[in-house]
């Protein structure tokens, strides 16, 4: 088991032309990331965003243009992709349809001459691991996409690498079974503390997976931290938007002062939130720039409730919980509630801010304002 380090890292593809979501023509555009021995790593982001050429250099099967990619000690540039003792599970399972699941498995022992005896002893090793024993026979046209993310999974660990990487390898199953097989990779990497990188599009498989997370946008890292931290203490706007489920209610504010205390106002509302006491040494009486808060930090105040009356604008029931859309200026702010009464929109609430958990953002660049 290897820990991987990514130094300065660039990837330019020639034919790419000017695509809006590579920065500077660059896929991948000075990328510094370590992911320690034994740790679970997350490459986070949208569509585009350079995950999957991150992940391809670092398995070989696309050059480099420019930095240092280090597995374990070694600087593996250079090295073919069966020299840098990876293994590989991508988003397509690639299995050999003329093979069972057992000889698709062994395939990559047998093409390294293995002996037959151990080849069978791994085998039935990782079989039960990941719960194809009962299928060893069957060929892969029979098998359902959970089944064959299994057996792609198995081919990739069986080679007991230094480095486990996946793409997506969640990505075509339906979403019970998608559940299903988190639970399955969560269990499995704990049974082979292996050194994995796991790319995902999908905040929740990575927030529910990974030690630590690489948000990348346009190419470029944006935070890496653990799922706590780049929930409660997001870098910028783009990550505090992209972490979390509905995603945080960003709004532009105009702070402004009354009687010693600020308050964020907004445009076209009369809703007023506290700004928390850390922030007061860096705003001002009229500061503008962008106001944060998760669904989760807004609440139904009850009847000797000092929150704002407000209207709701939307409402829906998904059984453990309810979300409630409240029209504030232009935008409709989230809340998310326990609360087992059925709203419908045009009911009022007392609308209570948890002001303490807003964040700041600035108007331009949306990096966070930190208090000082
Ligand atoms: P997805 O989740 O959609 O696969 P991603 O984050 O993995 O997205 P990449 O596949 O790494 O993103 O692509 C990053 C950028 O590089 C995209 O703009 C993509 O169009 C471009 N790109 C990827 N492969 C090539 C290629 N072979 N030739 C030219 N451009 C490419």
Do not use: W
Not at 214 to 242: C, K, M
Not at 335 to 362: A, M, P, Q
């Amino acid at each position: 088991m290897a820990g991987l380090k990514l130094v300065h890292l660039y990837k330019r593809y020639e034919n790419s032309g000017k695509k809006k979501s590579i920065q500077n023509n660059y896929a991948v555009n000075d990328l510094n990331l370590e992911c320690a021995q034994g740790e679970f790593l997350a490459l986070l982001g949208p569509s585009g965003c350079g995950k999957t050429t991150t992940l391809r250099m670092t398995a070989g099967l696309e050059d480099i243009t420019k930095g240092d990619i280090y597995i374990g000690d070694t600087r593996v540039n250079d090295l073919a992709p069966k020299d840098r003792h990876i293994g590989l599970a991508f988003e397509d399972y690639a299995m050999y349809p003329p093979m069972t699941v057992y000889e698709n498995i062994a395939f990559n022992l047998r093409a390294k001459k293995v002996d037959k005896n151990e080849i069978d002893r791994r085998v039935r090793e990782i079989a039960p691991l990941m719960q194809v024993e009962d299928i060893l026979d069957t060929m892969p046209v029979k098998l359902s996409g959970g089944q064959k993310q299994r057996v792609n999974i198995a081919r990739a660990i069986i080679r007991r690498p230094e480095l486990l990487l996946m793409d997506e390898p969640l990505s075509h199953l339906d979403g019970k079974a998608r559940q299903a097989m988190r639970v399955e990779i969560k269990r499995l990497i704990n049974e082979i503390k292996c050194t994995t990188v796991y790319v995902t599009h999908d905040q929740l498989e990575a927030m529910s997976l990974a030690d630590r997370i690489a948000i990348i946008n346009f190419g470029v890292l944006q935070q890496v931290g653990t799922p706590a931290e780049v929930y409660d203490n997001p870098v910028n706007e783009f990550v505090a938007s992209f972490i979390g489920e509905p995603p945080m209610n960003i709004m532009e504010t105009k702070i402004i002062k009354k009687d010693g205390n600020f308050f964020f106002t907004f445009e076209g509302s009369d809703l007023n939130i506290h700004v928390p006491e850390r922030y007061y040494s860096v705003i001002e009486d009229g500061f503008k720039c962008k106001m944060g808060v998760r669904p989760m930090d807004l609440l139904i105040g009850d009847e000797n409730s000092k929150g704002t009356p407000e209207r709701i604008a939307t409402f829906e029931n998904l059984g453990d919980e309810r979300r409630i859309g409240i029209r504030v200026g232009n935008t409709l702010m989230m809340l998310i509630t326990e609360n087992e009464r059925r709203y419908k929109s045009g009911d009022i609430i007392r609308l209570e801010v948890r002001g303490e958990k807003t964040h700041l953002f600035d108007l331009e660049t949306g990096n966070r304002i930190r208090e000082k």
